[in-house]
Nanobody, 128 residues
Framework: QVQLVESGGGSVQSGGSLRLSCAAS????????MAWFRQAPGKEREGVAT???????RYSDSVKGRFTISQDKVKNTLFLQMNSLKPEDTAMYYC??????????????????????WGQGTQVTVSS
């Protein structure tokens, strides 16, 4: 049974940094595609970044150059390092995962229907 548990959210001022973690259990890294999504109040859920089993990464334009997704396959943990945070980054952040049938993430990786497993989320609030 796959379980994803996020942590590391909090409140920071604009320009600050946070590192989110997602502890994964019951998974195999074979054919894995891991991702971070976020959802602000009144807005649709948005794909932020994704990483495949070969550590190939992709980012949304809104976070490119500021956020870094990574994974530790020994500790079964997904990370999101967020730097130069802006008030518009305020949202609930979710960890998501899917496994196969291919050994790469879907072309439309930013679509939430591409991921079968989801965590409960961790809140990030950035004040100006």
């Amino acid at each position: 049974q796959v379980q994803l548990v996020e942590s590391g959210g909090g409140s920071v001022q604009s320009g600050g940094s946070l590192r989110l973690s997602c502890a994964a259990s019951g998974i195999t890294w074979s054919n894995s595609c891991m991702a971070w999504f976020r959802q602000a109040p009144g807005k649709e859920r948005e794909g932020v970044a994704t990483i495949d089993m070969y550590n190939s990464t992709r980012y949304s334009d809104s976070v490119k150059g500021r956020f870094t997704i990574s994974q530790d396959k020994v500790k079964n943990t997904l990370f999101l390092q967020m730097n130069s945070l802006k008030p518009e980054d305020t949202a609930m952040y979710y960890c998501a995962a899917d496994f196969g049938p291919y050994n790469y993430c879907a072309a439309d990786w930013w679509e939430d229907y591409e991921y079968k497993y989801w965590g409960q989320g961790t809140q990030v609030t950035v004040s100006s």
